[in-house]
């Protein structure tokens, strides 16, 4: 705006006084003063249109329409004259001829009107070139310098001193325009005097390492702090907002780092023209008051900026070199945008760098490495993919560590944030999951409460636990009374077993098959309230006949705790395949210590074993349609067998040394993320699969177990567990001490 209004100031005044020029002229030099007559009409019409036309009207560009009129003028001034020149003469036919050019024009000038579209592309060639010639031949300039030019000829020939008169201004001030070029100087000139000064300049710019960043050459030795914002001006650009980040070496100067932004219409309209800088551009110092930067989001934000993006960023990854290092750590959120989205990134990996920044000046830097998480929906509380790149030179912004606080649904959350990783427990199961890690690390703690949350949900959950813990942890889900009468029965069943001749029925096995099928017919059926087992396989002697039978005996082999976790597997395969298919979760079988009950074919203890943990394989793998799954914890990754391993849809990856499992996981969560296992802190896992809230691999903070009780149990309370009525319970007692042997 200001400049516009300047620009039509000097118009003005460069009107007014070539106005008094031309009357000064036509008053000294021509012969009759300024009396209206043939004699003046170079002057009234046609410097008189030429100024007012040029300077006024049309001073860019001649439209039709302004095209015509000037042609109407001009012509008009003609006839004027051809009333004082003899007719039938040369200076009469040149006249005329003049006047039909205008004519021309002006005719030709209003079709061009009438008949090109008032709104869109004019596709006639013809039509084209008739505007572009009137809007040429029409212009000010050219048409009033005709009437002048004749003018001159035919009525100051005589007189040479008029001649050179009226030559010479127009000359001066067609081609010259020295009155515009004086009042342009004298606006430069204050433009120069008010808005510079030495000590606004910060320096020049000594580099342009990427679009968006410039490197600036300090000028003195104060410090620039980060986040003050300055000018860049440059000759071969539009002026940008800086602002400082960081220094980055030393040159001829401190070299002080400057991201670029837009320059906000409100300071550019305040500060005015700057001048032209010398070389490559400036740096200026930005006065400014709160109010004008509140507008620029860099300034608002510069706190949070950690890195900007660099090279080599694909759809996967994000890499942005540090710029502010304070709170970084594996495992933070940040954030770039990405089209639209403000899209979240976990970092995973660090590096140092060193790059020639000019004329073999170096400097190191840090360059972090962040896996891409997908947008944050606050509504469906989960992270979405987003299948693009942020864009070269993006800023990078660090997300708030606030104080997080457990929500039901979460299983953890990501480190110094309040965003929550969530599990569908029912897909967890029917896909299965898998928990691997060493001891010591939370394993147990993440499984009880997954248990828990599959109690919450209605799946009945048989644990298979060698630890003898999960009896003590889930003391609130299991009656101890009942679960020693149905633990006996089993242990009952196991005893006792006798030869036969058919030796895959000798022994006891078949007994004790029969009756854990019963035992958990009875718990699955969906009238039974209680919702949990707990079985140690190993507290079971149960036997199969060795050999074949002489004299009514045969030898008996004792099952191993791998065979036993196979009978139990076939019998919740049974008894789901009894109650249909169906797409929720029904049971969840609980390996713990799975490289122990399930092991790899290279890690078994008996021949047996191995044909046990293809049972057991079946079971799970078959089991999916009729709502069976399993959770599967161990801390030998390399020892558990593969055919259940590979089936697990959903990982939680804890701190793990051994490089068999470091091999295995890497094909689930990524190189990246194995490599950093052996770091991992206790409660902390790499979470990926189909039941996570997470499309991709992400670094989970599990939840506290005090803080997750208080969080769960408000929302899903313990039910109390069914009370045997008391012909039940006297029942089962006697059942107990008839086992007694004293």
Request: glycine share 8%; net charge negative.
């Amino acid at each position: 705006m200001e400049v516009t209004r300047k620009q039509t100031r000097n118009r003005v005044v460069s009107l007014i006084m070539y106005a008094l020029v031309l009357a000064l002229i036509q008053y000294n030099v021509v012969s009759s003063g300024l009396t209206p007559n043939e004699n003046a009409i170079w002057l009234y019409s046609g410097f008189a249109s030429l100024l007012f036309g040029s300077r006024l009207l049309n001073p860019h560009f001649t439209p039709p329409a302004d095209a015509a009129t000037n042609a109407f003028m001009a012509l008009a001034a003609l006839v004027a004259g051809s009333l004082v020149v003899p007719s039938s003469t040369t200076d009469a036919r040149l006249l005329w001829c003049l006047a039909a050019f205008c004519a021309a024009i002006c005719i030709v000038s209003i079709i061009v009107l009438l008949i090109r579209p008032s709104i869109g592309v004019e596709t006639r060639p013809l039509v084209r070139l008739a505007d572009k010639a009137v809007r040429g031949l029409g212009s000010p300039n050219v048409i009033f310098t005709i009437v002048i030019l004749l003018c001159i000829w035919l009525f100051h020939r005589a007189r040479v001193d008029e001649v050179v008169a009226i030559l010479g201004t127009w000359a001066v001030i067609v081609a010259l325009r020295p009155i515009e070029s004086i009042l342009g100087f004298f606006d430069w000139a204050g433009e120069q005097w008010e808005t510079l000064r030495a000590d606004q300049v910060i320096g020049p710019i000594a580099a342009y390492q990427s679009p968006g960043i410039v490197l600036v050459r300090q000028l003195g030795n104060n410090s620039v702090p980060r986040g003050t914002p300055m000018v860049v001006v440059d000759n071969n650009g539009p002026w940008m907002l800086g602002v400082a980040l960081n220094y980055v070496g030393r040159d001829e100067g401190n070299l002080l780092r400057v991201l670029t932004v837009r320059l906000p219409d409100g300071l550019k309209n305040r500060m005015g023209k700057l001048p032209e800088s010398r070389g490559g551009g400036v740096a200026l110092a930005l006065s400014a008051t709160a109010e004008e930067l509140a507008e620029v989001p860099a300034i608002q934000w510069i706190n949070r900026l950690c890195g900007v993006v660099v090279s080599d960023t694909n759809l996967d990854y994000v890499l942005f070199e540090v710029t502010e290092d304070r709170d970084l750590a594996e495992g933070r959120l940040v954030e770039a945008r990405i089209g639209d989205h403000h899209v979240i990134f976990q970092i995973i990996d660090g590096l140092t760098r060193e790059e020639i920044v000019q004329q073999k000046n170096t400097y190191g830097y840090a360059r972090a490495k962040a896996r891409k998480i997908g947008r944050w929906d606050a509504d469906e509380g989960k992270f979405f993919p987003v299948k693009w790149i942020p864009r070269i030179n993006a800023p990078v912004f660090l997300l708030d560590a606030d104080d997080h606080a457990v929500a039901p649904a979460s299983i953890g959350h990501f480190p110094s944030t309040n965003f929550g990783v969530s599990l569908n427990i029912s897909e967890a199961v029917t896909h299965n999951t898998a928990v691997l890690g060493i001891l010591g690390i939370g394993k147990s703690y993440l499984a009880i409460e997954l248990v828990e949350r599959m109690i919450a949900d209605g799946i009945k959950v048989i644990c298979l636990d060698l630890t003898n813990q999960y009896a003590d942890l889930l003391a609130e889900f299991i009656d101890p009374a009942y679960e020693a009468a149905r633990r006996q029965e089993l242990v009952a069943s196991g005893q006792g077993g006798v030869a036969h001749q058919n030796q895959e029925q000798g022994g006891s096995h078949l007994v004790f098959r029969e009756r854990a099928t019963e035992q958990l017919r009875a718990f699955v059926d969906p009238a039974e309230h209680r919702r949990l087992r707990v079985l140690n396989p190993a507290q079971f002697e149960v036997t199969r006949q060795a050999g074949g039978m002489f004299q009514g005996n045969a030898n008996m082999a004792t099952l191993t705790p791998t065979e036993i976790t196979a009978i139990i597997s076939d019998a919740a395969l049974t008894v789901c395949q009894e109650l249909g298919m169906t797409d929720h979760a029904r049971v969840c079988l609980i390996y713990e210590e799975a490289h122990s009950l399930v092991p790899e074919w290279n890690s078994v203890v008996a021949e047996g074993d191995k044909a046990a943990t293809a049972r057991s394989a079946r079971a799970i793998l078959q089991g999916r349609k009729y709502g069976l799954g399993c959770l599967l914890i161990t801390q030998r990754t390399a020892n558990v067998t593969k055919t259940i391993l590979n089936q697990c849809n959903t990982i939680f990856a804890m701190r793990t040394f051994d490089d068999t499992g470091k091999e295995f996981l890497s094909n689930y969560i990524g190189r990246d993320y194995a490599r950093i296992l052996p770091s991992l802190e206790a409660r902390n896992a790499v979470v990926f699969g189909k039941a996570s809230s997470c499309e991709n691999p992400v670094l989970v903070r599990l939840n506290d177990r005090q803080l997750f009780l208080n969080a769960f149990r408000a929302q899903f309370p313990v039910q109390p567990l069914p009370v045997p009525n008391e012909d039940q319970a006297r029942v089962e007692q006697d059942d107990i001490d008839d086992e007694i042997p004293f």
